[in-house]
């Protein structure tokens, strides 16, 4: 971070005298990049109840990709933290740009398919993930005020829809 100075009213800037690093990194957007999990048995969708900002939302299986992570080992991780189940993800049912003004943030969603044979009972490992449920579409719907964001079920009615991404088309130097 050789090439980062403080501007006079407190700002970080990039001063490309400073250094021989490259500032391509420190000027450029970077979306919050986050994956997500639609699991389904049997016409019933698995969701985590949790806690944001003090209120109970539903949400899929989701969380931020780490460092040196690949996108299919993340949301294997996060599936494991959220619901103590050990599962492989099938294909993607879709990738999402998404803002939350709210928030004053952007991500980028990449939403993956988990399909079950059997109905499984999860026992979250992560502290901050209350239960897990399984849940019918018209119970969702229902719970729309509650939904932690309108991806919850936008992904859910991508996957009814059919949209298939295949795991091949996930390319990773890692």
């Known amino acids: 971070m050789g090439n980062i100075k403080l501007s006079s009213n407190g700002d970080l800037l990039c001063d490309p005298h400073l250094s021989d ?3 391509h990194g420190l000027t450029q957007f970077k979306p919050n990049t986050t994956v997500a999990a639609v699991i389904h048995h049997q016409g019933k969708f698995l969701l985590v109840e949790e806690k944001e900002k003090s209120q109970v939302v539903f949400n899929q299986p989701a969380g ?3 460092i040196d992570e690949s996108l299919t080992a993340a949301i294997q991780r996060e599936v494991l ?3 103590g189940l050990s599962l492989e993800p099938d294909y993607l049912c879709g990738i999402y740009y998404f803002h939350r003004p709210d928030l004053k943030l952007y991500f980028l969603r990449f939403c993956f398919v988990i399909e079950l044979k059997q109905l499984l009972k999860g026992q979250p490992q992560d502290d ?5 449920h399984w849940f019918t579409l018209e119970q969702i719907k229902e719970k729309r005020p509650q939904l932690r964001s309108s991806m ?3 992904c859910i009615e991508d996957y009814l829809a059919g949209n298939k991404i295949p795991l091949s ?3 990773s130097n890692l």
Do not use: F, G, M, N
């Open 21 to 23: 690093e490259s500032e």
């Open 64 to 66: 931020h990709l780490e």
């Open 81 to 83: 933290e959220e619901t």
């Open 128 to 132: 901050e993930i209350i239960d897990t």
């Open 152 to 154: 919850v079920l936008e």
């Open 169 to 171: 088309q996930l390319k």
